[in-house]
């Protein structure tokens, strides 16, 4: 079989080693005679199963006991409404950071239930997009919690240091750079993400939330979105995408025994470094985004003429490379490196990228 290398943003690619094993047992399971997806949830070795896939992201990210950990469907953007119907409580009103399209999204989606307060942080500085600094972002002081998303999946634009909002309570859509690096999980009331970027297959989405912010949902809030609920039936009021949980739980094992978080992130800026560094020597590509605010999950980047972007990716894919086609709002090519993308994948990107200029540039 010819080797694609996959750079796509989501459903992303998987490791190798966890594809392998999720295939050696698929027709039997921990000498079920079943597949993993055939079984009950509530039978003994699903449970397991579901413990250890907890436990192991518990350990991962360092998460302290006072929080819970949910597996639930519905993606990221089911959070988008969660969240606001879970901890709004008596607030009329939330802050949301818009920094690109997903953050906004989310704001539009919170809108239906509260008065959004929009904070745009972006900036342009001499073509590059930035953020402000965090003394300007301008945060209301009664809003319920502050929301915002560390990794902008689309536009590759990160938020790589911790906001400071003093006490309040922060929520963050995790969704294309969870696990990538290690993170202070105190800092936030809930981190959310869903799978199927750095974690699993899509179905899963994980929800991690601070003790005390439950028992403050609405009435009109759905079971399965209730926070309390899910915790009290450990993501198992309706039955959980026991695949996705299961595949989640092969890549957390995949981590610890890569040497955790710490190592991926090592090996996730060198391989974001690597793209970059070519990119900024290369007269031919560029990227729009700030040094100090470059994604090193997703890398979004044009050629100098716009209609070699579609010629890009045709040939990429006649090569092997998939995935690189830049989002229909924006355009162009990203490759997004999540931590399954290893460091001769990249490298084969750029020898592509080399050659490609070589005759178009
Ligand atoms: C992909 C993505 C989403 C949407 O995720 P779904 O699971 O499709 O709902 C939301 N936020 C971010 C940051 C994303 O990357």
């Known amino acids: 079989m010819k080797k694609t290398i996959n750079f796509s943003a989501g459903p992303a690619i998987l490791p ?3 594809l392998k094993q999720a295939q050696s047992e698929l027709l039997n399971w921990h000498q079920t005679g079943c597949s993993v997806m055939e079984l009950s949830h ?5 449970e397991q199963c579901a413990l250890e896939a907890t436990q192991d992201l518990r350990e991962l990210l360092n998460i302290p006991e006072n929080y819970h950990i949910l597996f639930l469907q519905g993606g990221a953007r089911s959070q988008f409404a969660g969240v606001p119907l879970n901890i709004l409580s008596n607030h009329t009103s939330a802050d949301y ?3 690109g399209y997903w953050s906004k999204c989310a704001a539009d989606e919170a809108e239906k239930y ?3 307060n929009r904070i745009n942080v972006k900036t342009v500085h001499e073509e590059k997009i930035g953020i402000k600094s965090f003394n300007q972002w301008q945060l209301t002081s009664d809003s319920a919690y502050v929301h915002y998303c560390p990794n902008e999946t689309i536009e590759g634009l990160a938020i790589f240091d911790d906001p400071q909002f003093n006490d309040r309570i922060i929520v963050a859509d995790f969704s294309s ?27 899963v989405t994980i929800v991690i939330v601070r003790e005390d912010l439950l028992g403050k949902a609405k ?22 995408p026991t695949f996705a949980w299961y595949m989640s739980g092969l890549v957390f094992k995949w981590l610890k025994q890569l040497g955790g978080l710490t190592i991926m992130e090592q090996r996730n800026r060198s391989k ?3 793209l970059y560094q070519y990119i900024d020597q290369s007269d031919f590509y560029s990227n729009n985004i700030a040094t100090e605010n470059r994604s090193i999950m997703n890398v979004p980047f044009v050629c100098a003429h716009e209609e070699f972007d579609t010629m890009f990716v045709a040939e990429a894919a006649q090569h092997g490379i998939i995935g690189v086609k830049g989002h229909r709002i924006v355009g ?9 993308m290893d460091l001769d994948g990249v490298q084969c990107l750029i020898e592509f990228m080399k050659e490609f200029e070589r005759v178009k540039g």
Not at 180 to 188: A, G, H, N
Not at 220 to 239: A, C, G, R, W
Not at 332 to 340: E, T
């Open 177 to 203: 750079c969870i696990l990538s690096k290690p993170i202070d999980v105190t800092r936030y009331g809930i981190i959310y993400a869903g799978a199927q970027k750095n974690i699993g297959p899509s179905g």
């Open 332 to 340: 162009g090519i990203r490759a997004s490196i999540y931590n399954a």
């Open 114 to 116: 509260c008065q959004v």
């Open 272 to 274: 974001a470094q690597m």
């Open 42 to 46: 509530r039978g003994k070795d699903f």
């Open 219 to 240: 009435r009109e809030l759905p079971s399965v979105l209730d926070y309390t609920i899910q915790t009290k039936h450990d993501s198992m009021f309706n039955t959980p």
């Open 97 to 99: 950071i818009i920094s």
């Open 16 to 18: 190798h080693d966890v």
